[in-house]
């Protein structure tokens, strides 16, 4: 099984770091601000099957420079397990950031992203029509990117699949109130979904309140399958393949 967000700098043990790491295929560790894209290049180094995205959340772009930007390049082009650029995007949930601010440095992210022939991990909250507006003007994206814990609406759904965008869905789709997100998933072609933890954030349902970590993957794989029709394992095996097709774990 593999989890395709995961921000194991922030898990709450090490205890829980060595037993997602131990338990499955690979993780997709995050960096989304100066010190946890760092950390996220150094546990790619103490673990085989540990690769990383790197980039700058939304809520993290007052304190980057565009040459911040450019050290992302950098840490790509010396480290062979960096295979993504992200969580990046636009967060208009808090007011945290301003928008403009949010806009130069989400499309500096993606014309990176491109610039490296590598998919992009978008972050999107409270903010469809905008980002549905700034991903269009980049698309097709050839290399692809992952819809990060897709929370958004039908329209964006189809509109970044359109774009070439796969849609990965979190712990969250397991909460009773997130019906809406669970019509949305029904109707996402199977090769092109994925799931994800976001630990230490959004734990599903049966371990809600506790704080999230990548083994907690499997309530999620159960849930989901259980949505589609299908068996855990078949829904496995068909989210394994998109996560290794589209970061090419396997090269």
């Given amino acids: 099984m593999i989890d395709t967000h995961c921000h194991l700098d922030m898990l709450s043990s090490e205890e829980d ?3 997602s790491v131990g338990r499955l295929d690979y993780l997709l560790t995050i960096g989304c601000d100066k010190q946890e894209i760092n950390e996220a290049v ?6 085989e099957n540990v690769y990383a995205s790197i980039g700058y959340h939304p809520y993290d772009v007052g304190d980057i420079s565009e040459k911040d930007i450019e050290n992302l390049a950098k840490l790509y082009k010396s480290n062979s397990k960096v295979v993504a650029i992200g969580e990046c995007g636009l967060d208009f949930y808090r ?4 928008k403009d601010l949010q806009e130069k440095f989400f499309r500096l992210q993606i014309e990176l992203a491109k610039e490296l022939k590598l998919p992009i991990v978008i972050h999107s909250r409270e903010a469809d029509a905008d980002t549905e507006r700034i991903l269009s003007e980049y698309a097709p994206f050839e290399n692809g990117g992952i819809m990060h814990c897709f929370g ?3 329209r964006l759904m189809e509109a970044t699949l359109e774009m070439g965008f796969y849609i990965s869905f979190a712990g969250n789709i397991t909460y009773p109130k ?3 997100l669970r019509e949305i998933a029904k109707r996402v ?3 092109r979904l994925l799931l994800e933890t976001d630990s230490p954030f959004l734990a599903p349902q049966k371990v ?3 704080p999230n970590k990548p083994s907690n993957i499997f309530y999620t794989l159960e849930f989901v399958a259980n949505l589609v029709g299908i068996s855990p394992g078949e ?4 989210t394994d393949e998109n996560a290794k097709r589209l970061l090419k774990f396997d090269n």
């Fill in 17 to 19: 770091v060595l037993e």
């Fill in 42 to 47: 150094e546990f790619t180094k103490k673990f």
């Fill in 95 to 98: 007011d945290k950031t301003p």
């Fill in 152 to 154: 958004g609406s039908l």
């Fill in 178 to 180: 997130a019906d809406n």
């Fill in 189 to 191: 072609p199977l090769d």
């Fill in 208 to 210: 809600r309140g506790k």
């Fill in 235 to 238: 829904l496995e095996k068909i």
